[in-house]
């Protein structure tokens, strides 16, 4: 249950794996020492070949993840194990186009017997009442974003048709650190809050221990991608780098200097 | 649905860029009913664009093919393309929309060209996103940009060719949607922009349709146009939507080595840029490199009209590779005095398969651009 272990979590972070960077392999022993450090839950991205909503980062892990091999079939062979040997709850991230070469249906099936629990599309159709019925139908939570642009009945529309969590995007942009954020995220998180009886996760450019604290201060989680997965590139050691990395972020007082 | 055309189609975003569409949408149907807005942009084409542009016969082609070629010609507007006619429309839209900053994707630097020169004529800033790969290939219509005042943005990633341009505009947009509009180049992308560009491209079919009326006495067999995003093309068939008249896309069939940019006949369904359509990806869903001596044919995707098309049957959908195009492009200089873009050679290309089986037929070929700035890729193939 992603939105329970969301609420149970003392510090509700939730870190963003490309999958496949490395390798498949390195993906899995980095989900279990993210879910060692204590994420909340983690989301697997899915590499694209064409990833609009990403900042550099993360089109370089996508990019580095498709050249090293990435293949959905390898990830749907691992997952079943990688989901057995973390508490946290997984959740896939992808485009639409990756889920839907092999049908919507089918896919998520196969990722939900795998035990992926909820699914992120990042450039969803604006109409996404079939694939909300869907997910519910096959028993998966499907997150939905919420923008810093989204109007009041647009909002009610997409938390009416999302479970797991709401996903606030706190920025106007594509993903990647920030070093400041800007304040109308706290307002915006309690708007979506007033809506729904689900928690309300903030995302986009957090890379700081100290963004982090602020976040939580008024959402029920914070999720962080591009910090993490910067790390892991640049890191001769990426299992390491992903546990070290995350474990900064939950401290107060971190070390971790925004680049 | 709204949107869509049958299955295709479609609005596939990140959430923060809806309003931004729905804005759009909602203005630009303000727009076309407004007479005052349709006056201002017939103006802008007769008096700036230089239109009607003038439908020619091609004789010497005719005789040479043994069918009777009438040629639009795009290449005569300002700037050298019909992408000038949509730059212009959706100028005058970011104008009543209050907009200051203009963005634009370009793949054969065409639709930057006409973009930045829009710009230039209403004093708005520019910035044009162009793969690396076809700055290089396309160094003069780079230079024009410049010379024209707009800021000309390298694309390294991906295969540094118009998707990647394309990608980052849409990035760029994100990030700026309060301040930027995003003046597509192509029948592509998100709703409203498939159908915004198609009616901003109406005016090719419209007048080649009464010119040929005019000069022939009948409709033509066939309406030709080459095939990329397709905006030339939806542009020259809307004229004869209605009309007893085969429409003929024709889709870059690349290099020797298969490698191509013909998603309609290769591709499958999937989403690229914000619309459902005939994509070229591979069993996971990731979209494929393409190639063709056309820069504004080196696409992945097309418009999902087109697609629409093409799967009921209204229009057919073509194959013509670099060499023929080539081929083509000398045959026109040498025939008519005229250079086309490499774009609209595969167009011209598609005659010589096309002749054969249509002795005495009357053809209609959308030149939609001119060639100078191909003259570099050609003289390295060798005349």
Same mark, same amino acid.
Request: one cysteine or more.
């Given at each position: 249950?992603?939105?329970? $272990?969301?609420?149970?979590?003392?510090?509700?972070?939730?870190?963003?794996?490309?999958?496949?960077?490395?390798?498949?392999?390195?993906?899995?022993?980095?989900?279990?020492?993210?879910?060692?450090?204590?994420?909340?839950?983690?989301?697997?991205?899915?590499?694209?070949?064409?990833?609009? $909503?990403?900042?550099? +980062?993360?089109?370089?892990?996508?990019?580095?993840?498709?050249?090293?091999?990435?293949?959905?079939?390898?990830?749907?062979?691992?997952?079943?194990?990688?989901?057995?040997?973390?508490?946290?709850?997984?959740?896939?991230?992808?485009?639409?186009?990756?889920?839907?070469?092999?049908?919507?249906?089918?896919?998520?099936?196969?990722?939900?017997?795998?035990?992926?629990?909820?699914?992120?599309?990042?450039?969803?159709?604006?109409?996404?009442?079939?694939?909300?019925?869907?997910?519910?139908?096959?028993?998966?939570?499907?997150?939905?974003?919420?923008?810093?642009?989204?109007?009041?009945?647009?909002?009610?529309?997409? +938390?009416?048709?999302?479970?797991?969590?709401?996903?606030?995007?706190?920025?106007?942009?594509?993903?990647?650190?920030?070093?400041?954020?800007?304040?109308?995220?706290?307002?915006?998180?309690?708007?979506?809050?007033?809506?729904?009886?689900?928690? +309300?996760?903030?995302?986009?450019?957090?890379?700081?221990?100290?963004?982090?604290?602020?976040?939580?201060?008024?959402?029920?989680?914070?999720?962080?991608?591009?910090?993490?997965?910067?790390?892991?590139?640049?890191?001769?050691?990426?299992?390491?780098?992903?546990?070290?990395?995350?474990?900064?972020?939950?401290?107060?007082?971190?070390?971790?200097?925004?680049? | 649905?709204?949107? &869509?055309?049958?299955?295709?189609?479609?609005?596939?975003?990140?959430?923060?860029?809806?309003?931004?569409?729905?804005?759009?949408?909602?203005?630009?149907?303000?727009?076309?009913?407004?007479?005052?807005?349709?006056?201002?942009?017939?103006?802008?084409?007769? =008096? &700036?664009?230089?239109?009607?542009?003038?439908?020619?016969?091609?004789?010497?082609?005719?005789?040479?093919?043994?069918?009777?070629?009438?040629?639009?010609?795009?290449?005569?507007?300002?700037?050298?393309? /019909?992408?000038?006619?949509?730059?212009?429309?959706? *100028?005058?839209?970011?104008?009543?929309?209050?907009?200051?900053?203009?963005?634009?994707?370009?793949?054969?630097?065409?639709?930057?060209?006409?973009?930045?020169?829009?710009?230039?004529?209403?004093?708005?800033?520019?910035?044009?996103?162009?793969?690396?790969?076809? *700055?290089?290939?396309?160094?003069?219509?780079?230079?024009?940009?410049?010379?024209?005042?707009?800021?000309?943005? %390298?694309?390294?990633?991906?295969?540094?060719?118009?998707?990647?341009?394309?990608?980052?505009?849409?990035? =760029?947009?994100?990030?700026?949607?309060?301040?930027?509009?995003?003046?597509?180049?192509?029948?592509?992308?998100?709703?409203?922009?498939?159908?915004?560009?198609?009616?901003?491209?109406?005016?090719?079919?419209?007048?080649?349709?009464?010119? *040929?009326?005019?000069?022939?006495?009948?409709?033509?067999?066939?309406?030709?146009?080459?095939?990329?995003?397709?905006?030339?093309?939806?542009?020259?068939?809307?004229?004869?939507?209605?009309?007893?008249?085969?429409?003929?896309?024709?889709?870059?069939?690349?290099?020797?080595?298969?490698?191509?940019?013909?998603?309609?006949?290769? @591709?499958?369904?999937?989403?690229?840029?914000?619309?459902?359509?005939?994509?070229?990806?591979?069993?996971?869903?990731?979209?494929?490199?393409?190639?063709?001596?056309?820069?504004?044919?080196?696409?992945?995707?097309?418009?999902?009209? /087109?697609?629409?098309?093409?799967?009921?049957?209204?229009?057919?959908?073509?194959?013509?590779?670099?060499?023929?195009?080539?081929? %083509?492009?000398?045959?026109?200089?040498?025939?008519?005095?005229?250079?086309?873009?490499?774009?609209?050679?595969?167009?011209? @290309?598609?005659?010589?398969?096309?002749?054969?089986?249509?002795?005495?037929?009357?053809?209609?070929?959308?030149?939609?651009?001119?060639?100078?700035?191909?003259?570099?890729?050609?003289?390295?193939?060798?005349?």
């Amino acid at each position: 249950m992603i939105a329970e $272990a969301i609420r149970t979590s003392k510090k509700a972070v939730i870190p963003y794996v490309t999958a496949g960077l490395p390798d498949l392999d390195a993906t899995g022993e980095i989900i279990r020492a993210l879910g060692d450090a204590g994420a909340a839950a983690i989301e697997i991205g899915i590499p694209f070949s064409d990833p609009m $909503a990403d900042g550099p +980062v993360l089109q370089k892990a996508s990019h580095l993840a498709l050249k090293a091999g990435f293949t959905l079939n390898g990830l749907l062979s691992r997952l079943g194990k990688w989901s057995s040997s973390v508490s946290a709850p997984l959740i896939v991230m992808s485009y639409i186009n990756p889920l839907m070469r092999g049908g919507m249906r089918e896919t998520l099936v196969r990722l939900r017997d795998t035990g992926i629990q909820g699914v992120i599309i990042p450039d969803l159709s604006c109409d996404a009442s079939g694939i909300h019925e869907m997910c519910r139908d096959i028993g998966m939570d499907l997150i939905r974003l919420v923008a810093p642009t989204t109007t009041e009945e647009r909002r009610r529309e997409v +938390v009416s048709q999302c479970s797991g969590f709401v996903y606030a995007v706190t920025i106007k942009g594509v993903t990647g650190a920030r070093s400041s954020l800007p304040p109308e995220v706290r307002r915006q998180v309690q708007d979506i809050r007033s809506l729904a009886d689900l928690p +309300v996760c903030a995302g986009f450019g957090v890379s700081t221990a100290g963004q982090v604290e602020d976040m939580l201060s008024f959402a029920d989680g914070v999720i962080v991608g591009s910090h993490l997965m910067a790390r892991v590139m640049e890191s001769p050691d990426p299992v390491a780098a992903a546990g070290e990395t995350f474990r900064a972020l939950l401290k107060k007082e971190s070390s971790c200097i925004e680049a | 649905m709204k949107g &869509y055309f049958g299955e295709f189609g479609g609005r596939y975003v990140p959430e923060t860029l809806l309003p931004a569409l729905q804005e759009l949408e909602d203005e630009f149907s303000a727009a076309w009913e407004d007479r005052g807005f349709r006056d201002e942009f017939a103006g802008c084409l007769r =008096d &700036y664009v230089g239109r009607p542009s003038p439908l020619t016969h091609a004789r010497r082609l005719s005789e040479h093919l043994g069918i009777e070629v009438w040629l639009k010609r795009e290449d005569l507007n300002h700037t050298g393309s /019909h992408k000038i006619n949509n730059a212009i429309g959706q *100028i005058l839209l970011a104008r009543r929309m209050g907009k200051e900053r203009i963005i634009a994707e370009t793949g054969a630097g065409q639709h930057g060209v006409a973009t930045a020169t829009a710009c230039a004529l209403f004093g708005l800033s520019c910035a044009v996103y162009m793969g690396a790969r076809d *700055i290089e290939r396309q160094h003069m219509n780079v230079e024009r940009m410049r010379l024209l005042g707009a800021e000309v943005v %390298a694309v390294p990633t991906g295969t540094a060719t118009l998707k990647d341009a394309t990608s980052e505009a849409i990035r =760029d947009w994100v990030t700026n949607v309060d301040t930027t509009y995003y003046l597509l180049g192509s029948a592509v992308g998100p709703h409203p922009y498939p159908t915004l560009v198609r009616e901003f491209q109406r005016i090719i079919g419209e007048e080649a349709r009464g010119q *040929i009326l005019e000069k022939t006495g009948t409709l033509p067999r066939a309406v030709i146009a080459c095939v990329g995003g397709g905006s030339n093309a939806i542009g020259i068939f809307s004229g004869f939507m209605n009309d007893p008249v085969e429409l003929i896309g024709v889709e870059a069939y690349g290099d020797a080595n298969g490698r191509h940019g013909a998603s309609i006949h290769f @591709g499958s369904p999937g989403v690229l840029h914000g619309a459902l359509s005939y994509l070229l990806q591979d069993r996971d869903g990731q979209v494929l490199d393409t190639h063709s001596v056309a820069a504004g044919l080196d696409y992945p995707g097309v418009g999902p009209e /087109h697609s629409f098309l093409s799967a009921t049957r209204r229009a057919r959908y073509e194959l013509v590779d670099d060499r023929h195009a080539l081929d %083509a492009f000398r045959l026109l200089n040498r025939l008519e005095g005229i250079a086309p873009a490499l774009e609209s050679a595969h167009a011209i @290309g598609f005659l010589g398969q096309y002749a054969p089986d249509h002795e005495g037929a009357t053809v209609l070929v959308n030149l939609s651009g001119r060639g100078d700035k191909d003259l570099h890729t050609v003289l390295q193939e060798g005349l």
